[in-house]
């Protein structure tokens, strides 16, 4: 079976510092790692994803995140938060043939002002 | 930027009564999902659908749910004889090189 654990409900950071999103998994195989991001009354927004390749992946609106197969985390990771970066992140996995995603609980991450 | 669609946005029931849940995938997409998400909890997957049948299911996807492509453009998610506990957000997705989600089917069941 796979998981996906978000071990943070609450993140907050000031706006114009780094933020990091912690996300760790489990799956058998390989695995296929996404982000996707929640706005109030919105569905879930595809940020980025890994499926094999460099470690370090970039996404939309200025966000990466990195795979560590060792640690089987997939952190997501911004140099300099906005404030309109305010929202419900969620991790979320698959295997190959296996196509269906399982999601984290979510972070919700508030950019202070 | 092409978009899932879903409707309603809200959809407000009786317990025992059956409810149908529409979406409209992104056209070329063959691959379709319905995931739901209650209250304060993860979003977990329903089912899979692909070449007009179900490719998986989850162990909540019992007999009380059913799915179908009635045509061309929707694919449609029925919930018979609601329940309290069917209470939720119902997301459904289609999957080019990713799934792409619509805004989601607040589902009340009074």
């Known amino acids: 079976a796979q998981s996906v654990a978000q071990p943070e409900d609450q993140v907050n950071v000031a706006e114009g510092n780094p933020l990091t999103v912690k996300c760790t998994y489990s799956v058998s195989g390989n695995p296929y790692l996404f982000w996707y991001v929640q706005y109030p009354n919105r569905g879930l927004q595809f940020l980025l994803k890994?499926?094999?390749?460099?470690?370090l992946v970039k996404g939309s609106y200025g966000f990466e995140a990195e795979f560590n197969k060792s640690q089987t985390s997939f952190h997501l990771k911004k140099p300099s938060a906005l404030v309109s970066d305010s929202a419900l992140y969620f991790c979320?996995?698959?295997?190959?043939?296996?196509?269906?995603?399982?999601f984290g609980t979510g972070t919700r991450l508030t950019i202070i002002p | 930027e092409p978009e899932v669609t879903q409707t309603p946005s809200h959809q407000v029931t009786q317990m025992g009564q059956e409810v149908i849940l529409r979406c409209v995938p992104i056209?070329?997409?063959?691959?379709f999902y319905w995931y739901r998400q209650i209250l304060g909890q993860k979003v977990e997957f329903l089912v899979s659908f692909y070449n007009n049948e179900i490719s998986e299911k989850s162990e909540i996807f019992d007999d009380q749910f059913s799915v179908e492509r009635p045509d061309g453009s929707n694919f449609t998610l029925k919930i018979r004889s609601t329940k309290l506990e069917d209470s939720a957000m119902y997301f459904c997705?289609?999957?080019?090189?990713?799934?792409?989600f619509g805004a989601g089917t607040r589902l009340s069941v009074l």
């Open positions: 997705a289609s999957r080019g090189n990713i799934q792409y």
């Open positions: 979320a996995v698959s295997n190959f043939g296996n196509e269906k995603l399982t």
């Open positions: 056209s070329n997409h063959l691959y």
């Open positions: 890994y499926i094999t390749g460099d470690n």
